[in-house]
Each structure stands twice: as structure tokens, then as C-alpha cells.
């Protein structure tokens, strides 16, 4: 498939305590599939071969690799003397592909510094024009900076997380907490843990990026 067509890419990052299983459901052969460094192995685990595996390659494992070159799967090294995360570059090598949807799975593991840095990193203004969406788990966590239409199922968890300082003017419809044009600060909690009250829900804002989580039941 050229690369040209594959407007979808996935990004396997390697979070140790990372459920990846169902991020299969959002992947075809138009897909651009990344292994980020040691996060290829989850790729693989779930049969598939990456087009790309990119990083410093502290991580990845020599046999997993041999196996990949065997079936000329391209590497990209970077040094690790570095001023971005395998996950950036990862990033805007999807980007420089042509891809306008990015999704990022294997966030999750004990370097909390890694998962904070990821997800604040894709309020970047470079991402602007970039559909972003993580999934991990049960969850699937969506970057905003408009509107936003979920699908799940009655009583989903949804919570609204302001990146990136203060996010103005949020209206949400179909949640048990309802928002009518509010604002969240950069450190306010009221966003957590509220309710889908239908099978769809909608959330608007007027300036500011938004972390919307939504947690299937």
C-alpha cells in the first residue's frame, strides 16, 4: 500500500502496565503502524509487522529486532542524546507521512513522567489540524480544542482534563453533570468522573484543549 494513501497511523509506545488489545478494531491495511522503540513488541504480540520501528532502540530488544529486519521492516535511530521523546518523533514522522488521524496506544507503565509528557505533549499547536485520540484499555481519551461527539453506552464514564492552561466556554449535552458554557482552570478537578445519560453525548468549548476520557463500561 503507498504510504501516500494510508491517512491513519498507529503508534505503539511502551508502557509497561499497557492493555493495547483493543486498538486492533481501529487498524486495516490502510493503516501506517509504528513501533515506538520497545512499544514494537506490542505490535507484534497482537500479529502485526510495523512499516516503521523508530527511536533510540534502548528498548527494543535484539531478537525482535533481527526477526524485523528479516522481514524488511525500515528502522529509524535516533541517538539518545535526544530533545524529544520516542513518542514525539513518532509523532511527527506520522505527520510527515500525510497522516491526519494519529492514534497512541501504550501509554500506560510506571514512568509516570513518560505518560504525563505524552498526553500533554498533544496540545502541541503543531497537532492542531491532527485528529489524536489514545486508546488504552477500556478507555479512549480524545484531544480537543472545539467539539466532540462520543458513542458508548448509558452510564460511560466521561471526564473533561483542561491541557495546557484554562479551557472556556465548555457545554456538554447528555451528561449527568451538565456544563453550560463554564470554564475549567488548569488545575480544576470538576471535570472528573462524570456520566453518559444516553448513548451518545456531545461536549463543546469555546477556547482552550481539552482531555476528554471516556471510560466504557
Known amino acids: 500500500m503507498d504510504r501516500k494513501q494510508m491517512k491513519k497511523a498507529v503508534i505503539f509506545l511502551n508502557g509497561d502496565k499497557s492493555d493495547v488489545s483493543r486498538v486492533k478494531n481501529n487498524i486495516d491495511d490502510k493503516t501506517f503502524i509504528i513501533g515506538c522503540d520497545g ?35 525500515k528502522f529509524v535511530s535516533y541517538s539518545t542524546k535526544k530533545d524529544n521523546t520516542d513518542a514525539e518523533l ?54 480537543i480544542k472545539s467539539k466532540i461527539k462520543l458513542t458508548g453506552k448509558k452510564g460511560d464514564t466521561i471526564s473533561l482534563i483542561p491541557l495546557n492552561g484554562n479551557v472556556t466556554g465548555i457545554t456538554t449535552k447528555n451528561l449527568a453533570y451538565a456544563l453550560q458554557g463554564q470554564a475549567l482552570r488548569g488545575y480544576d478537578t470538576l471535570g472528573v468522573n462524570n456520566m453518559m445519560l444516553k448513548s451518545t453525548a456531545e461536549i463543546t468549548l469555546k477556547k482552550g484543549t481539552l482531555l476528554v476520557v471516556h471510560e466504557h463500561k
Do not use: W
Not at 40 to 64: C, E, F, Q, R, W
Open 90 to 143: 513518532a509523532l511527527f514522522y506520522a505527520i510527515k507521512q500525510g497522516c491526519k488521524e494519529i492514534i497512541l496506544t501504550g501509554i500506560l507503565g510506571t514512568r509516570i513522567d513518560h505518560m504525563l509528557a505524552t498526553i500533554h505533549m498533544l496540545a502541541n499547536p503543531k497537532f492542531k489540524n491532527i485528529k489524536l485520540r489514545i486508546i488504552e484499555g477500556n478507555q479512549d481519551m480524545y484531544i
Open 39 to 73: 512499544g514494537t513488541k506490542y505490535a507484534v504480540d497482537l500479529g502485526l509487522i510495523p512499516h516503521v520501528v523508530l527511536g533510540d532502540m534502548d528498548s527494543l530488544s535484539p531478537g525482535l529486532k533481527k526477526e524485523l529486519m528479516k522481514k524488511n521492516v
